[in-house]
């Protein structure tokens, strides 16, 4: 398996999701209290996806 570097905008992307959902986790962002696992589950499924894809 090769790994390729994702790009910066996809990496970027993938934290800021991390980092909404858990900050509606824990109440911050009351409005995506209801997303929460899911922000996170898809930020680190984008950042995985941007490791393994070329040009993502």
């Known amino acids: ?16 999701l991390v980092l909404l959902g858990i900050m509606a986790h824990l109440g911050s ?12 589950v898809s930020g680190f499924v984008l950042l995985a996806l941007g490791n393994l894809m070329r040009n993502l």
């Open 29 to 40: 962002i009351p409005g995506l209290a209801g997303y929460a696992f899911w922000m996170v």
């Open 1 to 16: 398996m090769k790994l390729n570097r994702p790009k910066e905008i996809t990496f970027w992307i993938a934290v800021v």
